[in-house]
Every structure is written in C-alpha cells, then in structure tokens.
C-alpha cells in the first residue's frame, strides 16, 4: 500500500515540473516581445546613454 501510495506522487512531481516550464516559457515570451518593442528599446538606449555620459 505505501509503494502504491509513492508511485502515485511520483507524476504529481512531473507534472508541476511540466506546468512550471510552460509558465517559464510563456513568460519568457511575453518578456522577449516587450523589450524588443521600439518604445523600450528607446528607453533602455536613453538610460545607458546617461549612464555612460555620468
């Protein structure tokens, strides 16, 4: 009964790993298409600019 018991958890394990690497991806994507924008590029240009000027 407590082998059946750990074999059942064991694709619990598996599966938040699967869901948290789906999370990871789609973020990562979302995060990818706004920092290639033109309005943040823009922003981030001006901000190493000052910092490189300082």
């Known amino acids: ?3 059946l018991r750990l074999l059942g958890e064991a694709g619990m394990t598996t ?3 699967a869901v948290g690497t789906v ?3 789609a973020f990562a994507g979302i995060l990818l298409k706004v920092v290639t924008s033109p309005a943040v ?3 981030l240009t001006a901000i190493i600019t000052k910092a490189l000027r300082s």
């Open 23 to 25: 999370a990871a991806v």
């Open 41 to 43: 590029q823009t922003a």
């Open 1 to 3: 009964m407590r082998r």
């Open 15 to 17: 599966a938040e790993y």
